[in-house]
């Protein structure tokens, strides 16, 4: 896009081309043509006025929007590309070709007056600001407030102009019904800068006074920072929080630059047009990288310590967090690389794992796709890929599975940073590892020819080898280890689906489409879901595409797939053998020795590369060189019907989690830990009884019509078949044991009559 000058009073001069245009009548081109800047006004005849969305990324279901396009001229605006869709361009379009419903008042009195409405939280505006300068000559939000009021129906407010105050004796009345919440949007305390940047809107100074006047007139307001641009304003945010603050303001909320299609370059034109010096530092940051972590998977190679219910990614192993948690981490913030808040994609039996782990190391758990069921990472690449791509198919991804240890967090923020050039050319970028041993548990990359040194073109996959044939790879530069690791624009890769496989890339985006919210995760549809092929993405795409490139790094990498790579990344001592709190070592060599229970001693005597892994309820002893063989003892127990296969003494819920103690042919105890807050479903069951003796904290417990608090040392008997639920009042965590006792004794036997978290 070519730089322009600036019309004064407007963001952008320019007006890109309609994305959904695809025909060029071919206009000759006017040299020094002089665009109108008169805002035009079009009046929209839609017989409705409130929109729905079911987005887990947007606080609230309905809004309200009087106006589309908006005066302000903010350049940054994510709103630019809705304009779009009326057939108008997203630059000075937007500014001025503005669509308003002059009936907004009328239709939203008929909409809150109909049977099928609930009362509910209603977004004034979502998308364009309802107090630009036309509200002041045309009132329309002033008349839809008027309605909010008769009908006292919650409204939440965003705006940068001082003109809300207009309203106050409004606002006022719904206050009295704790139905409103004004946000003042801030992006700047600096005049000159705001100025240029959001040309038509109230001076910081004046958008301070508007909290403070809205507040002292009993009206909750707050301050909204937004956006953050890095490298332009997010110094700012410690004095602007400061002075909202001084100035009353009750809350505070914060959203980060987005430039979805067309406002991208309309920005960057923007920033060299105003601030040239700025420009290549603030580019550079706004390079955001959205992690996308595989979270799905249920590792076997690892057993006893690794099950079906509660795979590796889950465990620690050789660190007080686990997996999960340290890639979690490394994808959060780095000096390097700039990452926007990560996507996660696993199943509906880890779903409250994921955040429960995530929300120990204090990191927002973001977006949460859930699988209908597992179908290998072909398909939850490219769900996760379309979901972070919705508001823009440049947006870059970066994929990693969730089950890899990386010591060298640094080293690999320095690959990412070098692939980022390669992406940028239009590649499917892999990071490769460069081998430090002849490794037949690991699958690799052969290369071919590039003069570019950073990165090279991949010729071949190999499949994990025989020894033989590792020796020869290791010893072959040509060869780096396969790490599983992506990263590549979205329109990238999707064009790579619509080459190699187009069927899936329609079902997986019926299945994102058809997606519903679940608990604040987002649910993908299951009929589409279903019918996908259960295929990896190295067989789908990588395999296939003419543009896949690796980045070779060396950062103590290990996807951790077999009990001898926990060995090697383990403290080892003299004699190469590592041991856990509770095993013990005499004489032994190049060995694991580990038990996981502290009644449960385990002592090697004498061992020479053996595995030895002892829980509560399995053993595992092995050859080190058969690690990659554990599978297959898990396929045999499975094939015997052994539940330790697959399933854990200890078992995460929603709420909490529960330890089998003693499992019997009749009886069973377990030890069970509620959360602060958190309540089991009303319940009961067919073939047990249950009694219960609180060990730690206050139990409130519902036993058909009777309600009680039970309290340490208390007990309480639940007969079979009565309806009862478990609770936690307290701000600590509650325990108990409970003891079942009755004919059949498994988990399904359940009828669940009311469940906060929304299971059958």
């Known amino acids: 896009m070519s730089q322009q000058n600036s019309i004064k009073g407007r963001g952008t001069p320019q007006n890109p081309k309609n994305r959904f245009v695809t025909q060029d009548f071919g206009y000759d081109e006017i040299d020094d043509y002089e665009q109108s800047s008169k805002t035009e006004i079009i009046k929209d005849s839609s017989q409705s006025i409130l929109s729905y969305n079911n987005s887990p990324d947007i606080p609230y279901n309905v809004g309200l929007n009087p106006y589309r396009g908006c005066e302000h001229g903010c350049s940054y605006c994510y709103a630019r590309p809705f304009h779009e869709f009326l057939g108008y361009s997203s630059g000075l379009d937007f500014e001025t070709k503005i669509v308003i419903k002059e009936n907004a008042s009328k239709l939203l009195a008929k909409e ?88 038509r809107t109230s001076r910081p100074k004046q958008r301070l006074e508007t909290i403070q006047k809205l507040t002292e007139n009993g009206v909750p307001a707050g301050v909204m920072i937004a956006p953050i641009i890095p490298g332009l304003n997010n110094h700012e945010i410690p004095n602007i929080m400061k002075e909202a603050k001084n100035h009353g303001a009750m809350y505070a909320g914060y959203t980060l630059l987005r430039l979805p299609y067309a406002v991208e370059d309309l920005f960057k034109d923007w920033l060299k047009t105003h601030y040239p010096a700025k420009f290549k530092k603030v580019k550079e940051i706004m390079k955001a990288i959205n992690p996308i972590l595989l979270a799905g998977g249920s590792g076997t190679r690892l057993w006893p310590l690794s099950r079906k219910t509660f795979p590796k990614q889950f465990v620690n192993f050789n660190s007080e967090k686990s997996l999960f948690q340290q890639a979690a981490l490394r994808l959060t913030s780095s000096s390097i690389v700039n990452f926007a808040p990560h996507v996660t994609i696993t199943n509906t039996d880890f779903r409250f794992v994921v955040v429960e782990q995530l929300q120990e190391m204090g990191i927002d758990p973001g977006s949460i796709l859930i699988e209908p069921s597992a179908k290998n990472t072909a398909p939850a690449v490219l769900a996760a890929s379309i979901y972070a791509a919705k508001d823009d198919p440049n947006t870059l991804i970066l994929i990693t599975p969730a089950d890899h240890a990386i010591n060298d967090v640094q080293s690999f923020h320095e690959a990412i940073k070098t692939g980022l050039a390669a992406v940028e050319q239009g590649n499917l970028v892999t990071f490769g590892i460069q081998p430090t041993h002849a490794e037949t548990g690991y699958g690799y990359l052969e290369l071919g020819e590039n003069p570019n040194h950073n990165f090279k073109p991949v010729s071949r996959f190999v499949e994990k080898p025989n020894y033989k044939h590792a020796l020869e790879m290791f010893e072959d530069d040509r060869y780096l280890w396969n790490s599983g690791i992506f990263m590549f624009r979205a329109c990238d890769l999707l064009e790579a689906f619509e080459k190699y496989k187009k069927m899936m890339l329609l079902g997986v985006r019926k299945a994102v489409e058809g997606s519903v919210p679940d608990l604040g995760f987002l649910r993908l549809e299951v009929n589409s879901w279903e019918d996908l092929e259960n295929i990896s993405l190295d067989y789908a795409i990588m395999e296939k595409a003419e543009n896949i490139v690796a980045v070779p790094f060396s950062a103590g990498w290990s996807d951790l797939g077999g009990w001898d790579a926990v060995l090697k990344g383990s403290k080892l001592d003299e004699n190469g053998v590592a041991v856990s709190e509770n095993a013990h070592s005499i004489d032994c060599q190049n060995s694991l020795l580990r038990s996981e229970s502290a009644s449960q001693q385990i002592v090697g005597l004498g061992l020479k590369d053996i595995i030895a892994i002892a829980m509560p309820d399995a053993v595992l002893v092995a050859e080190k060189a058969r690690s990659q063989d554990v599978r297959v003892a898990v396929d045999t127990l499975v094939a015997k019907g052994v539940a330790q296969a697959e399933l854990f003494l200890k078992e995460h819920r929603p709420w909490g989690w529960f330890e089998s103690l003693i499992v019997a042919c009749r009886f069973h105890v377990k030890k069970i830990l509620v959360k602060p807050g958190q309540s089991l479903s009303l319940q009961s069951h067919r073939f047990r009884s249950e009694h219960w003796v609180v060990v730690e904290g206050t139990a409130k417990v519902t036993i058909d019509d009777s309600v009680k608090l039970v309290s340490e040392g208390q007990s309480v008997y639940v007969p079979l078949g009565a309806k009862h639920r478990l609770e936690n009042p307290g701000k600590l965590p509650m325990v108990l044991i409970e003891v079942q006792i009755g004919t059949y004794l498994g988990e399904d036997d359940i009828t669940r009559y009311e469940d906060v978290y929304a299971r059958n």
């Open 112 to 199: 809150l007056s109909a049977k099928k409405w609930t009362p509910q939280l209603i977004s004034l505006s979502g998308v364009t600001d309802a107090y630009q300068p036309l509200e002041k000559e045309l009132k329309i939000t002033q008349s839809c407030l008027q309605v909010l009021a008769e009908f006292r129906n919650p409204v939440a407010i965003i705006t940068k102009n001082k003109l809300v105050t207009r309203d106050i004796e409004l606002l006022k009345k719904l206050a009295e019904f704790n139905a409103v919440s004004v946000m003042i949007s801030i992006t700047t305390l600096d005049n000159e800068l705001c100025n240029k940047m959001e040309p």
